[in-house]
């Protein structure tokens, strides 16, 4: 089974910064796409960042230039760096690895992360 650990949320001034980690385990041969994903009280959770295993990344228009996602294949862990933070970031995050081979048992999935707060105070 295939597990995805978050960690490094947590409540952030405007204008700070954060880096969200999330390390996937089990038996993985290889994984697609990772990304983060977010939802605040009251909406629909949306893509926030995604990356390829080739290093293609793709982000929401209100994040580009100010987070930055990243990943290391080796590890199957997926980075978010998040700066000049804003109020409307606020949210839980979820990680999401697409695309994911496994060998035991052999097959393609989809997984998500537990999710993990996101706070920006004005």
């Known amino acids: 089974q295939v597990q995805l650990v978050e960690s490094g949320g947590g409540l952030v001034q405007a204008g700070g910064s954060l880096r969200l980690s999330c390390a996937a385990s089990?038996?993985?041969?290889?994984?697609?796409?990772m990304g983060w994903y977010r939802q605040a009280p009251g909406k629909q959770r949306e893509l926030v960042a995604t990356?390829?295993?080739?290093?293609?990344?793709n982000y929401l228009d209100s994040v580009k230039g100010r987070f930055t996602i990243s990943r290391d294949n080796a590890k199957n862990t997926v980075f978010l760096q998040m700066n000049s933070l804003k109020p409307e970031d606020t949210a839980v995050y979820y990680c999401?690895?697409?695309?994911?081979?496994?060998?035991?048992?052999?097959?393609?999935?989809?997984?998500w992360g537990q999710g993990t707060q996101v706070t920006v105070s004005s």
């Open positions: 990356i390829t295993n080739g290093g293609r990344t």
């Open positions: 999401n690895a697409g695309g994911v081979f496994t060998n035991i048992p052999p097959k393609f999935g989809d997984y």
């Open positions: 089990g038996s993985i041969l290889s994984i697609n796409a």
